[in-house]
T-cell receptor, first 113, second 113 residues
């Protein structure tokens, strides 16, 4: 079956603009995660959705970052007023109820100029 | 504060020899550990995991060793193959803790034919 998909694969934006990144998880997976990987860094947790529960937003670096998950499936990560330090690869992952085996999408490479 | 550390950014190994990738962690509450493999332009893929109740888990050519007292784990690949060339991430989590994985910064493995 289809894996996790993300769009766009690459996004170049000007500083100060808003961007939206999309994630389509594996069908039936109830948990969805957003991570980002900055140059030379490990994967940094951003936000976690599990079913209809309130999301765990503890990893969001600032209030410019927000995410939604509609209908328990597709998720959108929004970054408002982008800054150059937001440049990174943004990865989405989903998993069935079991937390640990997360399946990752290919990522969106965001470049803020 | 990096709770999971991979101190070797890169490793080169001759085909057929053993590859040993190391990972250290600081949080004694971590009780589940995973290794992910990442090829360029793809998301990480789950490779192997180990629970803190074990000190070794083996899956084909891949073996993960856990030393809880030293807060250290390692991934052994034997024999190494050119297709194993990728970036390997160590990750950790705590049951009942945060709903996310803490990742290391990765080690780039190059297997030389």
């Amino acid at each position: 079956g289809a894996g996790v998909s993300q769009s766009p694969s690459n996004k170049v934006t000007e500083k100060g603009k808003d961007v939206e990144l999309r994630c389509d998880p594996i069908s039936g997976h109830t948990a969805l995660y957003w991570y980002r990987q900055s140059l030379g860094q490990g994967l940094e947790f951003l936000i976690y959705f599990q079913g209809n529960s309130a999301p765990d937003k503890s990893g969001l670096p600032s209030d410019r970052f927000s995410a939604e998950r509609t209908g328990g499936s597709v998720s959108t990560l929004t970054i408002q007023r982008t800054q150059q330090e937001d440049s990174a690869v943004y990865l989405c992952a989903s998993s069935p109820w079991v937390l640990y085996e997360q399946y990752f999408g290919p990522g969106t490479r965001l470049t803020v100029t | 504060d990096q709770q999971v550390k991979q101190n070797s950014p890169s490793l080169s190994v001759q085909e057929g020899r053993i590859s040993i990738l190391n990972c250290d962690y600081t949080n004694s509450m971590f009780d589940y550990f995973l290794w992910y493999k990442k090829y360029p332009a793809e998301g990480p893929t789950f490779l192997i995991s180990i629970s803190s109740i074990k000190d070794k888990n083996e899956d084909g050519r891949f073996t993960v060793f856990l030393n809880k007292s030293a807060k250290h784990l390692s991934l052994h690949i034997v024999p190494s193959q050119p297709g194993d060339s990728a970036v390997y991430f160590c990750a950790a989590s705590a049951v009942g803790g945060a709903n996310n994985l803490f990742f290391g910064t990765g080690t780039r493995l190059t297997v030389i034919p």
